[in-house]
């Protein structure tokens, strides 16, 4: 009863307790610790300055722009989790759920860097409130001692950790009310709009926005939730709300009671035109101790989550829980980077840096919803539904805004995450759960292939897309390797053969023949058709794969020394000539093989007009093998040799073959004329029109190498 089993594990992720490991609820395990996240050390300390830099209505605007980022990341993060088994890591989950470890590694590794330097960002906000309380305390054995306080508590517990957070969150409402109920007198210069003048707009957007990236404390604790997917939309969307308003009236407050310019050079502003001054400070220092504590419990969280998966460095340590479920390796690990930080970073820089961090983790998991929307998919099934344009609004706003903060260190930050992408790709990472990327692409491919279909296929785009039809796959790897060197690294190729028994060893041994090619990265399909006949299989198999986008425009054939199957491969040309498909017949010499794989003979005869797939096939081969094109022709009158030769040169100039291609005419019979060729390794000669197996067999007997016989579609062009 495994369907069972799994019904009752998908019961248990959705919405039961499933032990000691998910123990915290909606209020206690994400609105909590994403309000007092969200209302710490910017709130406090920076949001007056943005308001005297600013004005009023121009503070309102970079709130409601940046709660415009959260929220429609909030409203996509909501919609996601119903939909998917969130796990451990929060924003890392579902990127790496949806996109894959790669990329989920990619961006949740500066996530889960800009949650610990949050971390030391909120330390230094809670040293200068408390240097202000106690001038004489050096500023760094202060940060030291709050960072030791804060990685005792996260080391303990979680659970410890949000039951200090309740106290906190009522100190910070009433120094909330103590400055709304502020004593000071209206100021008489209300501004409305500021002249920003210690910056500029974008860069007191940058130092503000961290004060709203708290909506991720707690989907962080994904793994330790009772019902994720019901905790984290209510939770995180109910703590924007919140805090929005808060910050609005904040806003408000501090343009109307305090002048700008007190404003801009007094970070302690709404401690002095506060009621009661002593509580403000007690709400700086419980606001910026508990969105410190918010980060140091669920960065380790990220971090362990990321180690699960082998993404990073040491992830056997990094993984570790202990008895209780507490990550502490990571925990101790977060700790010493956050105190580093403290000791080379200052409260500004800090701000905007974690900014750009914050804006690429947002930016990504809206795409990754639109991505999902976008593609239509059943699988795609949230209880929690929002329009397209929200994930569409988020993902353009974050990108857009970090090029306006920062174009060069957007750029190296994109930079970053493509390299950890490839270092992770490296590494072979495998999601047992599944994404969504092969969905993705070939919704992306249908897509598209739905467009190029409205189009006609164009000569000038030709590239070698081959149908092989193999009898015997046991007898097909000297071919196949000389195939790669036609091919790569453009083209693709269609394997089938025919059988009626032993569907599956011959599955096996078909697909075992293609794996050198797969291994390459040669896109390659491969089928069995069940037929009696062979040559009925292959028909059915052009007829069908004529319908198709993606289809072949070459048929590679084989001729081999047994005459019995002349038959069946004259009857394919003739089936392929019909339905408009390149002809390439190669006969291998037992021999030589394909020599030394260098030089290239090209017999073209005068005013063929069947040469292009000859040349094209020929150009693959040069470029592949690194060796040298002959072009050869042969003519019975002497006198026609000037003008062969003019022939050939503007035929060299017009193909723009490679500057080692040398031209060859030869005078005489073309018997004589082969049994005297430049050495190569291959022979390409024009296929006849009326097809003899035995006459081609000849031609490569004579020339003592292997030979191609090629016939063009009609398709193909040389001269573009």
Same mark, same amino acid.
């Given at each position: 009863?495994?369907?069972?089993?799994?019904?009752?594990?998908?019961?248990?992720?959705?919405?039961?307790?499933?032990?000691?490991?998910?123990?915290?609820?909606?209020?206690?395990?994400?609105?909590?610790?994403?309000?007092?996240?969200?209302?710490?050390?910017?709130?406090?300390?920076?949001?007056?300055?943005?308001?005297?830099?600013?004005?009023?209505?121009?503070?309102?605007?970079?709130?409601?722009?940046?709660?415009?980022?959260?929220?429609?990341?909030?409203?996509?993060?909501?919609?996601?989790?119903?939909?998917?088994?969130?796990?451990?890591?929060?924003?890392?989950?579902? /990127? &790496?759920?949806?996109?894959?470890?790669?990329?989920?590694?990619?961006?949740?590794?500066? %996530?889960?860097?800009?949650? $610990?330097?949050?971390?030391?960002?909120?330390?230094?906000?809670?040293?200068?409130?408390?240097?202000?309380?106690?001038?004489?305390?050096?500023?760094?054995?202060?940060?030291?001692?709050?960072?030791?306080?804060?990685?005792?508590?996260?080391?303990?517990?979680?659970?410890?950790?949000?039951?200090?957070?309740?106290?906190?969150?009522?100190? =910070?409402?009433?120094?909330?009310?103590?400055?709304?109920?502020?004593?000071?007198?209206?100021?008489?210069?209300? #501004?409305?709009?500021?002249?920003?003048?210690?910056?500029? %707009?974008?860069?007191?957007?940058?130092?503000?926005?961290?004060?709203? $990236?708290?909506?991720?404390?707690?989907?962080?604790?994904?793994?330790?939730?009772?019902?994720?997917?019901?905790? =984290?939309?209510?939770?995180?969307?109910?703590?924007?709300?919140?805090?929005?308003?808060?910050? !609005?009236?904040?806003?408000?407050?501090?343009?109307?009671?305090?002048?700008?310019?007190?404003?801009?050079?007094?970070?302690?502003?709404?401690?002095?035109?506060?009621?009661?001054?002593?509580?403000? !400070?007690?709400?700086?220092?419980?606001?910026?101790?508990?969105?410190?504590?918010?980060?140091?419990?669920?960065?380790?969280?990220?971090?362990?989550? !990321?180690?699960?998966?082998?993404?990073?460095?040491?992830?056997?340590?990094?993984?570790?829980?202990?008895?209780?479920?507490?990550?502490?390796?990571?925990?101790?690990?977060?700790?010493?980077?956050?105190?580093?930080?403290?000791?080379?970073?200052?409260?500004?820089?800090?701000?905007?840096?974690?900014?750009?961090?914050?804006?690429?983790?947002?930016?990504?998991?809206?795409?990754? #919803?639109?991505?999902?929307?976008?593609?239509?998919?059943? +699988?795609?099934?949230?209880? %929690?539904?929002?329009?397209? /344009?929200?994930?569409?609004?988020?993902?353009?706003?974050?990108?857009?805004?970090? %090029?306006?903060?920062?174009?060069?260190? +957007?750029?190296?930050?994109?930079?970053?995450?493509?390299?950890?992408?490839?270092?992770?790709?490296?590494?072979?990472?495998?999601?047992?759960?599944? *994404?969504?990327?092969?969905?993705?692409?070939?919704?992306?491919?249908?897509?598209?292939?739905?467009?190029? +279909?409205?189009?006609?296929?164009?000569?000038?785009?030709?590239?070698?897309?081959?149908?092989?039809?193999?009898?015997?796959?046991?007898?097909?790897?000297?071919?196949?390797?000389?195939?790669?060197?036609?091919?790569?690294?453009?083209?693709?190729?269609?394997?089938?053969?025919?059988?009626?028994?032993?569907?599956?060893?011959?599955?096996?041994?078909?697909?075992?023949?293609?794996?050198?090619?797969?291994?390459?990265?040669?896109?390659?399909?491969?089928?069995?058709?069940?037929?009696? *006949?062979?040559?009925?299989?292959?028909?059915?198999?052009?007829?069908?794969?004529?319908?198709?986008?993606?289809?072949?425009?070459?048929?590679?054939?084989?001729?081999?020394?047994?005459?019995?199957?002349?038959?069946?491969?004259?009857?394919?040309?003739? @089936?392929?000539?019909?339905?408009?498909?390149?002809?390439?017949?190669? @006969?291998?010499?037992?021999?030589?093989?394909?020599?030394?794989?260098?030089?290239?003979?090209?017999?073209?005869?005068?005013? +063929?007009?069947?040469?292009?797939?000859?040349?094209?096939?020929?150009?693959?081969?040069?470029?592949?093998?690194?060796?040298?094109?002959?072009?050869?022709?042969? $003519?019975? *009158?002497?006198?026609?040799?000037?003008?062969?030769?003019?022939?050939?040169?503007?035929?060299?100039?017009?193909?723009?073959?490679?500057?080692?291609?040398?031209?060859?005419?030869?005078?005489?019979?073309?018997?004589?004329?082969?049994?005297?060729?430049?050495?190569?390794? /291959?022979?390409?000669?024009?296929?006849?029109?009326?097809?003899?197996?035995?006459?081609?067999?000849?031609?490569?007997? $004579?020339?003592?190498?292997?030979?191609?016989?090629?016939?063009?579609?009609?398709?193909? &062009?040389?001269?573009?």
């Amino acid at each position: 009863m495994d369907w069972l089993r799994d019904i009752r594990e998908r019961v248990a992720e959705m919405g039961q307790d499933t032990g000691e490991q998910r123990r915290f609820g909606t209020f206690a395990g994400v609105f909590t610790p994403d309000v007092l996240t969200i209302l710490g050390v910017i709130m406090y300390l920076r949001l007056g300055w943005v308001v005297g830099n600013a004005g009023f209505l121009g503070a309102v605007l970079i709130i409601l722009m940046a709660q415009t980022v959260t929220i429609c990341t909030g409203l996509s993060m909501s919609s996601i989790t119903t939909n998917i088994r969130i796990g451990a890591g929060g924003a890392y989950s579902i /990127i &790496s759920k949806s996109l894959g470890l790669e990329a989920g590694g990619s961006v949740g590794i500066p %996530f889960y860097i800009s949650q $610990t330097l949050s971390a030391s960002l909120y330390i230094i906000g809670f040293t200068e409130g408390w240097i202000r309380i106690f001038p004489q305390h050096p500023a760094m054995a202060v940060s030291a001692a709050a960072w030791l306080i804060l990685l005792v508590i996260s080391y303990i517990s979680a659970r410890f950790a949000i039951r200090v957070q309740y106290t906190i969150m009522v100190i =910070i409402g009433l120094s909330l009310l103590s400055v709304v109920l502020t004593p000071s007198q209206p100021n008489p210069e209300f #501004v409305l709009v500021g002249n920003f003048e210690d910056t500029g %707009f974008w860069q007191v957007f940058a130092i503000f926005f961290p004060a709203v $990236t708290g909506i991720m404390a707690g989907a962080n604790m994904s793994g330790e939730l009772q019902r994720p997917r019901r905790a =984290i939309p209510l939770g995180t969307m109910s703590a924007i709300g919140v805090t929005m308003v808060i910050y !609005l009236g904040l806003a408000y407050v501090t343009a109307r009671y305090i002048p700008s310019a007190e404003l801009r050079s007094n970070q302690m502003a709404l401690v002095d035109h506060s009621r009661w001054a002593p509580l403000v !400070l007690a709400g700086i220092l419980a606001a910026t101790f508990s969105s410190a504590l918010g980060s140091m419990v669920g960065a380790p969280r990220v971090l362990q989550a !990321l180690a699960q998966q082998r993404t990073v460095p040491f992830h056997r340590f990094f993984s570790a829980r202990a008895a209780d479920g507490e990550p502490r390796n990571a925990t101790i690990f977060t700790g010493g980077v956050i105190i580093a930080a403290i000791f080379m970073g200052n409260l500004n820089s800090l701000a905007a840096f974690i900014t750009m961090f914050f804006l690429i983790t947002y930016g990504t998991l809206n795409l990754v #919803v639109f991505i999902q929307q976008s593609m239509r998919i059943i +699988s795609f099934r949230p209880t %929690f539904r929002v329009p397209r /344009i929200v994930p569409f609004i988020g993902a353009v706003s974050c990108f857009f805004i970090m %090029f306006l903060i920062n174009a060069a260190f +957007s750029v190296v930050a994109m930079i970053t995450i493509v390299a950890l992408y490839l270092w992770l790709t490296r590494r072979g990472l495998e999601n047992e759960g599944g *994404d969504i990327r092969g969905g993705m692409l070939l919704a992306l491919a249908e897509r598209f292939s739905y467009m190029a +279909s409205r189009f006609p296929r164009h000569h000038v785009s030709w590239k070698p897309d081959f149908l092989l039809p193999v009898d015997d796959p046991r007898v097909w790897s000297g071919p196949l390797f000389f195939i790669r060197s036609i091919a790569w690294p453009s083209g693709s190729i269609f394997a089938f053969t025919v059988r009626t028994d032993q569907i599956e060893e011959t599955e096996t041994e078909l697909n075992e023949l293609l794996r050198p090619l797969r291994e390459q990265k040669l896109p390659v399909s491969a089928t069995v058709i069940e037929d009696a *006949d062979f040559l009925h299989g292959a028909r059915l198999v052009i007829q069908t794969l004529k319908a198709g986008t993606f289809r072949p425009n070459t048929l590679f054939l084989t001729l081999g020394n047994d005459t019995r199957k002349d038959a069946v491969i004259e009857q394919l040309v003739a @089936h392929a000539v019909r339905h408009r498909l390149g002809l390439i017949l190669l @006969h291998q010499y037992s021999r030589t093989g394909f020599g030394m794989q260098q030089d290239v003979n090209l017999w073209l005869r005068d005013e +063929s007009p069947n040469w292009h797939l000859a040349m094209l096939i020929a150009l693959q081969l040069q470029m592949n093998w690194s060796g040298r094109i002959n072009l050869i022709t042969v $003519t019975g *009158d002497p006198e026609q040799e000037s003008r062969l030769q003019d022939f050939l040169e503007g035929l060299n100039d017009q193909v723009r073959l490679p500057s080692t291609t040398e031209i060859f005419i030869r005078i005489g019979g073309f018997q004589e004329a082969i049994s005297n060729a430049p050495r190569a390794d /291959i022979n390409i000669f024009g296929l006849p029109g009326e097809l003899c197996p035995d006459h081609l067999r000849s031609i490569t007997q $004579t020339i003592k190498t292997s030979c191609l016989f090629v016939a063009d579609s009609g398709q193909e &062009s040389a001269v573009v």
